[in-house]
């Protein structure tokens, strides 16, 4: 029978399955196909220079034993890289394998490495011309777990967090998403999570991305014609964490490269972190296929933090800056700034420096023109109790009322006014607003929404009950 590419690569792979691990033999040998055999020597096609530096670190010793098996000890092995139409001509079978090393070969695990030794390793995050292969986390030390309060609007995120730090990639929280409205902390417990694992497990490889800078890097990578060179590049990291999420949408060639990268990580028992403004049921022309990925984990969301926890972030803040304050104007701005934590620290920024620069100290009168200042220049985002206060008053019902099972046309007219403003004015996911308006679930708020818009265009009734609700609720 007359040798062939196909069938001498077909024996080798056979005696490679038998000496790796079903991963390993998914990850690094599936893809490579057979191209020719020339004078004893096999060439094969691997995806990218990457790959084949990979192969060489690595396997070369079971390649050798595998080809030697076929072609005898004069086998050669050529690799032919796609894409960058180039050679890489190795002649790595030069002398025999001892049966010690060949039983220690058949025992090997691939761990990825946080580092290649080769300079041909492209990371996105190297600039151009400076030989460096080293994978930075992109971590700020600053967003740690210790500046990372605790309350109830976060714990389940937070403590969720806390578990992947411990154990990154071996809790069902993979991938978990964190998600909430802007300020709330996402990204500082993002970088957190990192930090924890940095500081825990140093030999892991963590990166920190924004989405906005994963689709240029994207794009750049297609351009330069070297885009599985940036899969691979990717697929090596053992925690990605990924910033706004939301922005994939509408990037169908990004989205359909992170999935590749996102299922290789899944699959090797890596863990990924995201972070959106929105719960995976909220986000538009996100690939369904990705969506449903995204819910593997867990989905956590940050809320508005109560004054409690409002409380604390302020005396955090001034205890880290070394700033004393009376309790009562502490409790002023927490009962005035209560959407966004970013707003909060801004306005005792702004307060602090106040005082500072004009020599003045930190009185009830200076904090409250801080915070009219503030308020006026910020827009506010109101709260889903306030609106079903307001809508509850409007239509002379209380809140339990609005909120209950009951059916009556004019109460779940009421409630759906609540739900449909809850979407328009705050950056609640339709979970949130349903569970906040008497436990109901995504669905009910998508319909109420549907509702409301159809009667406002049909009925004129109705319609001023939007127009009259809407100045009550102008921000």
Known sequence: MQKTAETIWGNCLSFIKDNITPQAYKTWFEPIKAVKLT????????????????????????????????????????????????????????????????????SQQVDVPTKSKSPELKNPFIIPGIRNVKIESQLNPNYNFESFLEGDSNRLARSAGMAVANKPGGTSFNPLLIFGGVGLGKTHLAHAIGVEIKDKYPEKTVLYI???????????????????????????????????????????????????????????????????????????????????????GLSAELQHPDFETRIAIIKSKLYRDGVEMPEDIVEFLANNIKTNIRELEGAIISLIAHSSFNKKDITLELAKSIVDN????????????????????YFQMDVETLRSKTRKRHIVQARQLAMFFAKKLTKASLASIGSQIGKRDHATVLHACKTVNNLAATDKQFRKFVEDLDKKLAV
């Open 39 to 106: 004078d004893n020597a096999l060439s094969i096609q691997v995806p990218s220079k990457f790959f084949y530096e990979w192969l060489e670190e690595h396997y070369v010793k079971l390649l050798k034993v595998a080809l030697n098996k076929e072609l005898g000890d004069t086998a050669k092995l050529v690799y032919v890289i796609r894409m960058e139409n180039t050679y890489g001509n190795k002649q790595p079978f030069t002398e025999s394998i001892p049966s010690s090393q060949r039983a220690q070969m058949q």
């Open 210 to 296: 924004s989405a906005e800078k994963f689709t240029q890097q994207y794009i750049e990578s297609v351009k330069k014609n070297n885009r599985n060179d940036f899969i691979h590049f990717y697929q090596i990291i053992d925690v990605l964490i990924v910033d706004d999420i939301q922005l994939l949408s509408g990037k169908a060639g990004t989205q359909d490269v992170f999935f590749h990268i996102f299922n290789h990580l899944h699959q090797n028992g890596k863990q990924v972190i995201l972070t959106s403004d929105k719960a995976p049921v909220d986000m538009q022309d996100i690939e369904q296929r990705l969506l449903s990925r995204f819910k593997w």
């Open 374 to 393: 503030y308020v006026k220049n910020t827009k506010r985002e109101v709260s889903i109790d306030y609106i079903q206060k307001v809508v509850g008053d």
